[in-house]
């Protein structure tokens, strides 16, 4: 494994699978799983959202996570050395610029939604929530703007303290209470709501709601979950060690993701259906009906509180991810030092708000535009990358601890069927 041994590494493995994990889960599977589940059929898309999860986002998982640890650098310098065989093309750094678009489209609306999740979070606890009426720390641009500027100054912070004591450290103080409140929540959820009705929504597939649009939202819903096509993986591998084993950590991380995302329905639907709640109300599910229950509910105040807590923690290790990979590129490819490369694109995050807010429909456009376009072209570039551009002794090695007949099945996955499935639903998506 090539790699610079003087660079920076996480300090144990459950510091990386936390922050990993954390990177991965957040509001997409909190939040958008379950209103693209909702609004897209149920359980034929739970299925093929699984499916996508692990024929097409594993592989790239793996692809990722070794490309990122062959040089050990940012994602933008990781890509190049990959493709360093006669005749391939140092334009194969592409794959990495896709880390800087999720950072510069995905941070600014990411920060705004979680600002709100905030503050419902803190009116929760309070009792206030307004009923589903015009709550009063979250009620015009200004309030809006407020929360929006702490979210993202927390994010911040954390990512000027660096990789160990900020990220790492982070994730491993978050990601265990997150587990806690989630499982917490979604038992309750199962013993005082529609349980069964949830269960059927969840997991009786009903193949004839399945539309070309449907499966291009479960790509992107896989590949936004984990944190793929996005440059995120491979800088987060580029602070491996070259005695970790790469197919079983993305095992983990890809299992919890899912397992999260699953848990996240269970905690959600048994009370939409419980009390005759539209389970296709998109984003209003979470911050217009779920207020709603909680304002009426005894202990509606705590249960609230920690379910937007719960939000809250997982927006947060998210981004702070997001601001970690432009940081390392900044730092490592523009030559500025690490504090003012935080500082660069988390003010430029911050403008990006100002633009969501001025410009109606903005974040809507964002949201399709990375799920649908980015992150699916930056996860067929990287899996192009890894099955063809890199030679396959270079990925061996990097896969070193991989069994043969699993590295196999691997390659012919990244270099036939990743690749082909990608394009086919993307393309069929987007005509569609």
């Not at 610079?4 to 939040?31: H, T, Y």
């Not at 590949?223 to 005695?243: E, K, N, R, V, Y």
């Not at 988390?346 to 903005?362: F, H, M, P, S, T």
Request: net charge neutral.
């Amino acid at each position: 494994m090539a790699g610079d041994a003087g660079k920076q590494r996480w300090s144990s493995r459950l510091g990386f699978l936390m922050a990993a994990i954390g990177s991965a889960v957040g509001l997409g599977n909190l939040w958008r799983f379950p209103f693209q589940a909702g609004e897209n059929g149920g359980g034929a898309f739970v299925l093929i959202y699984i499916a996508c999860v692990f024929l097409i986002g594993y592989p790239v998982l793996i692809a990722e996570l070794a490309i990122g640890r062959h040089k050990s650098a940012a994602a933008v310098a990781a890509t190049p050395g990959m493709a360093a065989r006669p005749g391939r093309s140092p334009n194969w750094q592409i794959a990495s610029w896709f880390g800087i678009a999720m950072a510069v489209l995905v941070l600014p609306s990411y920060s705004m939604i979680s600002g709100q999740i905030m503050a419902y979070s803190v009116m929760a606890f309070m009792g206030d929530l307004g009923a589903g009426n015009a709550p009063p720390l979250y009620g015009g641009t200004i309030t809006s703007m407020v929360w929006f500027t702490a979210f993202l100054a927390i994010t911040m912070a954390v990512a000027l303290r660096g990789l160990n004591k900020g990220i790492e450290t982070a994730s491993v103080f978050l990601m265990p209470m997150f587990f806690l409140i989630l499982v917490s929540l979604a038992a309750f959820a199962l013993f005082s709501g529609a349980a069964s009705d949830a269960l059927a929504y969840l997991f009786t597939p009903r193949f004839d709601e399945v539309t070309p649009e449907v499966v291009l939202a479960a790509l992107g819903q896989a590949l936004f979950s984990l944190g793929l096509g996005g440059a995120l993986m491979i800088t987060l591998g580029s602070f491996l060690s070259g005695d970790e084993n790469i197919s079983s950590n993305a095992t983990v991380i890809a299992g919890a993701d899912t397992s999260v995302a699953i848990v996240a329905g269970l905690m959600i639907f048994p009370i939409v259906f419980a009390f005759g709640m539209n389970p296709a109300a998109g984003m209003g599910l979470i911050f217009e009906t779920l207020p709603t229950f909680f304002a009426g509910i005894e202990f509606g105040n705590l249960i609230g509180g920690a379910f937007f807590f719960l939000a809250f923690i997982a927006a947060l290790t998210s981004s702070i991810s997001i601001l970690m990979v432009a940081r390392t590129i900044g730092s490592e490819q523009f030559g500025i030092s690490e504090r003012n490369a935080t500082m660069l694109f988390g003010l430029l995050a911050w403008g990006g708000g100002i633009g969501i807010v001025l410009i109606d429909g903005l974040d809507t456009l964002l949201d399709w535009l990375v799920g649908s376009v980015v992150l699916p072209l930056g996860a067929l570039t990287a899996a192009l990358l890894a099955g063809w551009a890199a030679p396959r002794s270079l990925m061996r090695a990097e896969l070193a601890q991989t069994s043969d007949w699993l590295f196999a099945l691997w390659r012919g996955s990244i270099r036939y069927l990743v690749p082909l499935a990608i394009t086919a639903i993307f393309v069929t998506g987007l005509a569609g």
